[in-house]
């Protein structure tokens, strides 16, 4: 199956013609990448909900701005980070309240069965609990290099650090999330 | 009764070699499918759909005209 097929089998491919052609396409591609990074970096599905809005709002207005010479995915996750970062700082509530979690999960769509949106449920929260747990920088890096489109040259790129920097850290932040994942048993 | 009992524990048996695949294949699913931290991430970022209030909010944004910019010392100030 080659990409172009599996990506309109996406459900985001059918909500995507709600949209104008020159954003559907990245709508198609990218939405689940953006919204689950601002999701699990945000902590909150109502703020990773319009953090994800407002991503692809800015993209499509600043689509003559877009040169080409990144890939459309890290250009728009260099628009995600930014706007997720000044969601944050700009949080009169910095603790996050995994309460959302619940609202979230009952929106999936309804071919789950229940046992699996059970176990997605825990396993979400557990994930969500575990990377709050983490320094945001660490959480950042986790959550870039965990998408297989992204090499840590362009990971460290949108961090503003080196490839040898990030392998580094995610040394550090693989051991801190697995100490942090276990205590959530 | 002897039969009852030769009957019980052969159920007896099946549930718990049943139980014992069961726990080998929750075992094995998961080692095979958390083998790292990426994997886990991986993992939980296919399992979550994007919500389709997305899109349609930002149809209605891209159907209203763009709000004028704000100049940097009007940001500045608030």
Request: net charge neutral; hydrophobic share 40%.
């Amino acid at each position: 199956m080659n990409q172009a097929c599996a990506e309109t089998q996406r459900p985001e491919a059918a909500e995507a013609q709600l949209l104008p052609a020159e954003l559907s396409a990245l709508y198609t591609a990218h939405s689940r990448a953006i919204y689950y990074l601002a999701l699990r970096f945000l902590g909150d599905s109502h703020k990773a909900e319009d953090a994800t809005h407002d991503v692809f709002l800015k993209a499509l207005r600043n689509l003559n701005q877009f040169r080409g010479e990144a890939s459309a995915r890290t250009w728009l996750y260099r628009i995600a980070i930014n706007h997720c970062k000044n969601m944050r700082a700009a949080w009169h509530d910095r603790h996050v309240l995994l309460s959302s979690e619940n609202e979230f999960f009952e929106r999936l769509p309804g071919g789950e069965s229940p046992l699996r949106i059970l176990e997605t449920k825990e396993l979400g929260g557990r994930i969500q609990k575990a990377l709050d747990g983490l320094k945001a920088e660490y959480r950042l890096l986790l959550l870039l290099v965990s998408d297989q489109e992204l090499s840590y040259e362009q990971a460290g790129a949108l961090t503003g650090q080196t490839a040898d920097a990030v392998r580094g850290k995610l040394f550090r932040a693989r051991k801190a999330f697995a100490d942090l994942f276990q205590k959530t048993e | 009764m002897k039969q009852e009992n030769k009957f019980s524990t052969g159920r007896h048996q099946e549930q718990a070699a049943e139980s014992q695949t069961a726990e080998s294949l929750a075992a094995h699913t998961a080692a095979r499918e958390f083998q790292s931290v990426e994997d886990l991430l991986r993992h939980d970022a296919a399992q979550t759909a994007v919500p389709p209030e997305i899109a349609r909010r930002l149809s209605e944004s891209i159907a209203q005209p763009a709000p004028p910019r704000r100049s940097w010392w009007r940001k500045l100030l608030g």
